[in-house]
Nanobody
Framework: QVHLVESGGGLVQPGGSLTLSCSASGTIFSIVAMGWYRQAPGKERELVATATSDGSINYGDSVKGRFTISRDNGMKTAYLHSNNLKPEDTAVYYC????????????????WGQGTQVTVSS
């Protein structure tokens, strides 16, 4: 079983910055990808950023140039550095981790965190 702990959400003024972190623990043999998604009220969950273990990084169009994802592979932790935040960035941000619990290809997991609220408002 994989457990994710997210932190760093809160209230920030427009134009401000915030860093979210997500730490994974539990039965983890390898991590394929770590990432962030968000869901605003009345909207579908959308991609913010993902980073795979082979170095591939993908950003949602609305955050390109403002958000940066990074990983500390040794600590099984992912960070989302967000700059120039806008009111439309207000949402619950969810961490997602995909990987394998053992060396078996049948042990894949796809885990989600509980979510952390980010509110951008003056």
């Amino acid at each position: 079983q994989v457990h994710l702990v997210e932190s760093g959400g809160g209230l920030v003024q427009p134009g401000g910055s915030l860093t979210l972190s997500c730490s994974a623990s539990g039965t983890i043999f390898s991590i394929v990808a770590m990432g962030w998604y968000r869901q605003a009220p009345g909207k579908e969950r959308e991609l913010v950023a993902t980073a795979t273990s082979d170095g591939s990084i993908n950003y949602g169009d609305s955050v390109k140039g403002r958000f940066t994802i990074s990983r500390d592979n040794g600590m099984k932790t992912a960070y989302l550095h967000s700059n120039n935040l806008k009111p439309e960035d207000t949402a619950v941000y969810y961490c997602n981790v995909r990987g394998y619990g053992t060396s078996s290809s049948h042990s894949s997991f796809d885990s989600w965190g509980q979510g952390t609220q980010v509110t951008v408002s003056s």
